[in-house]
Every structure is written in C-alpha cells, then in structure tokens.
C-alpha cells in the first residue's frame, strides 16, 4: 500500500468522522434548537418550583420562547426566584402575564407556561413576572380532595 | 563416556575447576591481561560483574579488544555472549565495572553522546532485525536517512555501494520477508556498515547457516574489516568458522574468561576442556550424562 | 497458607512494578510528541492503522446496535404508549453510552491486539533492540506514533458508530415497526443536548482511545519476546483494555451526568 493511498484513505476517514459528527450535531442534538444567547432577562417567583430544573423550556401557546436559566432561594421571602431567558424576537410579552409550572406529559418533565395578559406595556430586560402559580403537589392535591369529601360527607 | 559407580549422583562438573585440575592449581595465562597496550585497544572491559535475575552471567571479565583486528568471543550456548555485546553498546548496565569504548566509560555518557557513539558502532544481530515493513533498499537507507544529513542522491549511491559489497545489490526491491535467512543477513550487513563505523559486533553471524552462505559470511567479514579498517568483535560458538577469520580468541564460560589467545594458541591449549570445547569432543569435562542414579537401579526397580 | 500469602505479595509487588512501568513509558511517550510532529508522516500511517482498518467492523456493528435498540426499544416502549420517544431512545443511547463504549472495545480487540502484536514481534525480532544500536529511540520513533494515531481515530471511529447506529434505528424504527417520521427525529432533536451528550461522548471516546492504545502499546512493549510471551500479551491487551474502557465509563458517566 503505498503513501499516496493511505494518505487519500485517512483523509477520507477523518472527512467521514466529521460528517458524521456535523450529522449528530445537526440532525440529532437540539443544536438548532439552543437559542442564540440574545434575549433578554426576566424574574418570577414561586411558592414551589415542583421539579422545575435548570434548562427546562418557556413556552407561550406551546411555542418554546426561552429556557429557565437560573433557579434560586430567597432566604427572608422563603421563596423560589426563577431567572427566565426569553428569545429577544419574543419581546411582546405583556406585564400582567401568568407564569404557570406545568407538566409536559404523563411522564413529566416540568416546564414554565407563560399565559398572556391583556396590559398594553411589554415585559423588558431585568422586569418580574408577578402573576405566578406554582406546581401542582401530588400530596397536597391528594390532601385537599379528601378534606372536600369529608366536608361534603359533613353537609 | 564416564559412568558414575555408585548409586550416589555425581554432579555435572564445573569446568573451571575442571581446568584448575589439570593444572593441579594455576591456569598459566590467567595472570594476563592488557593484551594490546593501551592507545591501541578499541574497547576495554574492567572487572565486569552482571546478573539477570538470579543467576550471575559475569563474575569480574577482563577484556581489551584491538583496533583492526577480528576478535572473537566464544563459549558454549547461554553463557551471555549477547548480553557481553549489549554491555558493550550499552544496552545493558552492569552491576560492576567498567566497559570503556575509545578511552570513554559507555555507562557514564549521556543519552546523546552514547547514540553518538552507537552511530559509530554497528551489530548485526542474530536474526538480522530488518524492519519488516522496509524494503532491503530502505533498510540499508534507514541509518543514512535518519543521521548522515545526506542528500537523497547521495544516500542512494552509498545504499548501493554497500549493498553491492555484500553482493544483494539486485535485491535491492525485496522485502525482509521474501529473503533467506543468509541474504537478510548480508542486508543486514550492508545496513550496520551503512554509517561506515569503527567498529562492528556480530551476534552469531554463523548459526543455522547453509555451507555457501556460511563461506560467504566469513569471507565478508573478514573482507570488510581489512577493507575498511574496521574493528571487529565476533561472538559465536561455531569453533572452525570463527576461529579461521579471528586474530584473537577469548573463551568464555561460567562467567569467567577462561581462556585467551590467537586462534593457534587456543587450539594448542592443553586444558581438557578447552581441548574438548574447541575439538567439539562429546565427552570431557563437560559430561555426556546428565546427573543419573545409577543405571541397574533404574532397570531393576519400578516406577519412575 | 504462607505460601499463598507470599505468592500474593509477590504477585501484588510485580503487579505495582508493571503499572509503574506502563506509566514511565507512558512519559516516554508523550516526551516524543514534538519529535512527532516534525514527521507527521508517521501519524498518518498510524491513524490508517488504527482507524481506516477499525472502520468496516466499527460501522457494521454500529447498524446493528442500532437496530436492535430500535427493535427492542419498540416493544418495550409501546407498552407505555411512548413510541414517539424512540427517536430518543436511540439516539441517546448511543451518543451517550454505546457509541463510545462499544467502538472502544472494538477497537481494543481488533486494533489494540494488533498493536500489541506488531510491537511483541518487533521485540521478539530484535527490530527494536536494532533500531537503539543505530541510534534511534524506538519509544519515540515507533511507539509514539501510534499512541496518538489511537488518540486520533478514535473519535472519528465513535461518531461514524453513532451516527451509523441512529440511522439504523431510523430504518428499524420509522421503516419497519411504523414509528412517525416526524416524531422520530423531533423528539430526539429536543432532548439530545448538544453539550451534555454530544460533547461527553466525545471526551469519553478521547478518554479511551488514549487508555486502549496506551495499555496496547505497553503490552506489546514489555511482553516477553517469545511466541508465547507475545500471544499472551495480546490476550491481556483486550482484557485489560476491554475493563479500564468499562472501568472508566462508571466514573466518566457519574461526573459528567451526576448531580
């Protein structure tokens, strides 16, 4: 096998190897799919993030506009503050907006929804959604229903 | 052929004391050394002491090898003469000793002086060693290319002449594989005088070699070390070859030298077992048996 | 009893003897790499070795890993009414686990037995001892090459095994069993992380290609110079690579994916 043939075969190998990687990239991963890193910033807070995590999807009518990009605990409020990262071409978000913490599915990865207002005056860098509602807790839920049949049974 | 009488085990005997009994004693040229004196002595090996594991293989060698003379280390079969030729190039530490190459202590140099020193030494070893994915052309260029600096014209003139010297000149496309066992090595010949060295070693050049490319081996180094003014060092323990191109003899065994001299002298020399080393006797000092009980008892009972 | 306990020590003390030696000539090696990069030549020829000849068995069997996950993948996932989830199924098995893990063992079988044989044979022959008399180090002449052609391929060999295995799955999946076409590559578009999985697989299969060439070149570099001494280096070379790969695949995966 001479020189001139190998090289031309590892050359052909390590061109395979990268279009085989550009094809994972492209086609598999989300790659396509990360945001940019422009956008914008904005603060919501919550009695109970549930299992929210880092990296988890904002949606609007389903459509992902960002990512929760920081989750954090306030010492004296004893609550949770979730950092959003919103896609900057999503900058028409009004101030009055809801922030829900919904379930993606039966086996449930948790994600922020965002439910529009009806204010006029859009939500900028650094603003705080004010309107929450925090995860639905399996126990809780559990817990209220059965004291609303015990109070129905009491009637 | 000797038998033991009883039904006691005799020991395999030790040939030095084999020797020192036939001289009630004193080997008569134990006491000489410096055989060359010294400005003319190519490598001097001092009280070498060295051990592989647990078995001593040197116990305190002296050696002077002569500048353009043929040597030949001899003995019989596993008694280090390789491992005498890697201490010598410095493959191998000794435990003692000294082994000094040109004035200067091959243990006490740096890396690069001891390849500096290793360019101008060339071994052929027992098998040749070729680089198998090497044709015999870029075998022999192999050494040129990695340190004359020449350019490429240049080393393909000097590939040919020396492969012209040991007679594969037309060979030159073969790779190691497609050769016989003498023609590797003569490739491998041509490769360690490819640098024009001081001084070659042989590794057994002459085992397991046919009558013809025996006769061309011996005729080859004798050739290029009077050619070329070259030193050679020949370890073997083939007696007749060796001793017909050798200047000067060293027998070794039991990791002592046990005898030294021109080829005429060792031939001449009266203890038994040199006499039976060098006339290839089956039976002396060194026994045909090895150690049995005696054979009426292994006949008349049972077992093992 | 004794005995045993002294065949234990001895057996312990040659095993810290070997793994001190594997380490000095891992230093070795590595101290050759400018020398290496003068001749890239050298590199070249090593990557075909290791990576051009491992391609046939590495992609072959990446398109059956990666059918039979899809196959299997089915089943067991329709169960839950989440056969959608293939797609994602696949694909993360393989980019994060399989793909690094399996190629690596591949080639610990196919390429690093060959290595350690060519060295053991190079030893058994005296090539090496022949190359230190005409004044060249064979550690950086012959060994370091190959240590970095290993290094070389072996993500290459991983992301042709995963990609190859995704595409099966595709064909099993989508073309076979009926899974959306869509859902196939959407679902598996939203959750295979760039970073997390792609990346990690990539710094896994560099983990390995280095350990597997290093454990086969000091294999062949220390095996006896024997026929026996060299078939028994090449066993050790796959067992022993073949569990460092596994070895190293627990700790990788729990520093890269635990919390």
Request: charged residues 20%.
């Amino acid at each position: 096998m001479n020189a001139r043939k190998i090289e031309i075969l590892v050359g052909a190998f390590m061109a395979a190897g990268l279009v085989a990687l550009f094809f994972l990239a492209m086609k598999v991963s989300n790659l396509s799919a990360v945001s940019t890193g422009d956008g914008y910033r904005l603060t919501a807070r919550f009695d109970n993030v549930g299992s929210l995590k880092v990296k988890a999807p904002v949606s609007m009518a389903g459509v992902r506009v960002g990512r929760v990009e920081a989750i954090a605990f306030d010492k004296k409020a004893y609550e949770a503050v979730v950092t959003l990262h919103i896609d900057e071409s999503y900058d028409t978000i009004p101030a009055d907006t809801y922030a829900n913490i919904f379930t993606a599915g039966l086996l449930g990865e948790q994600y922020i929804g965002l439910d529009p207002g009806a204010e006029e005056v859009f939500l900028v860098d650094g603003d705080q959604i004010v309107h929450t509602q925090s995860a639905l807790v399996l126990e809780q839920m559990i817990g209220q229903f059965l004291f609303s049949k015990a109070e129905e049974g009491t009637q | 052929m000797e038998r033991s009488g009883a039904s006691s085990v005799q020991l395999p005997s030790d040939p030095m004391s084999a020797v020192l009994d036939s001289y009630g004693g004193s080997h008569p040229r134990q006491g000489r050394r410096a055989y060359c004196p010294s400005g003319e002595c190519l490598v001097q090996v001092r009280n070498l002491r060295f051990s592989h594991g647990d078995r001593l293989i040197f116990d305190g060698v002296d050696m002077d090898i002569a500048r353009g003379q043929v040597t030949a280390v001899m003995g019989p079969s596993g008694t280090g003469k390789t491992t005498l030729l890697k201490l010598i190039s410095g493959q191998l530490r000794p435990a003692a000793g000294t082994v000094e190459v040109e004035g200067e202590d091959v243990h006490r140099l740096s890396r690069g002086d001891l390849y500096r020193l290793r360019t101008r030494m060339g071994m052929l070893f027992q098998s040749g060693a070729l680089l198998t994915d090497l044709n015999v052309f870029e075998n022999v260029a192999y050494p040129l290319r990695e340190h004359s600096g020449l350019p490429e014209s240049m080393i393909r003139k000097l590939v040919l002449m020396k492969l012209e010297a040991v007679g594969l000149r037309g060979a030159r496309e073969l790779l190691p594989g497609e050769l016989s066992g003498g023609m590797a090595r003569r490739v491998a010949l041509a490769r360690a005088v490819a640098l024009d060295p001081m001084m070659i070693m042989y590794d057994e050049p002459f085992t397991g070699q046919d009558p013809i490319s025996l006769g061309v081996l011996v005729t080859l180094i004798r050739q290029l070390n009077d050619a070329s003014r070259l030193s050679s060092i020949v370890v073997s323990h083939d007696v007749r070859e060796t001793l017909s191109i050798a200047d000067y003899v060293y027998i070794i065994a039991d990791g002592k030298v046990m005898t030294q001299g021109t080829p005429d002298e060792v031939m001449s020399d009266p203890s038994a077992w040199v006499s039976q080393f060098v006339r290839g006797l089956p039976d002396g000092p060194v026994h045909f048996h090895y150690p049995a009980p005696a054979l009426e008892r292994d006949f008349l009972e049972r077992g093992l | 009893m004794l005995d045993f306990l002294a065949r234990l020590g001895r057996g312990g003390l040659g095993s810290l003897e070997r793994l001190g030696r594997g380490h000095l000539l891992l230093i070795s090696m590595l101290a050759g790499l400018p020398a290496l990069v003068a001749r890239p030549r050298l590199l070249v020829v090593q990557v075909f070795n290791v990576g051009v000849l491992s391609v046939l068995i590495v992609t072959v069997s990446g398109l059956f890993v990666g059918m039979v996950l899809a196959l299997q993948g089915f089943y067991i996932l329709s169960r839950f009414g989440a056969a959608e989830s293939l797609g994602v199924m696949v694909a993360a098995s393989l980019v994060r686990e399989l793909g690094p893990v399996v190629a690596a063992l591949l080639v610990a079988g196919r390429a690093g037995s060959a290595l350690t044989a060519e060295i053991g044979l190079m030893k058994a022959t005296e090539q090496l001892s022949g190359l230190e008399m005409m004044a060249v180090d064979p550690v950086k002449r012959i060994l370091t090459p190959r240590l970095f052609g290993g290094f070389v391929a072996m993500p290459v060999l991983v992301a042709l095994f995963s990609a190859v295995g995704v595409v099966g799955g595709y064909f099993v999946g989508v073309g076979l069993l009926g899974v959306d076409d869509g859902a196939f590559w959407s679902q598996m578009q939203a959750k295979i992380d760039l970073h997390e999985d792609l990346v990690n697989g990539v710094i896994k299969s560099l983990v390995f290609g280095f350990v597997v060439t290093w454990i086969a070149l000091f294999q062949g570099y220390d095996a006896t110079p024997t026929s026996a001494g060299v078939s028994r280096a090449t066993t050790r070379t796959v067992v022993h690579s073949s569990l460092a790969v596994l070895g190293l695949d627990f700790v990788l995966t729990a520093l890269m994916y635990g919390e």
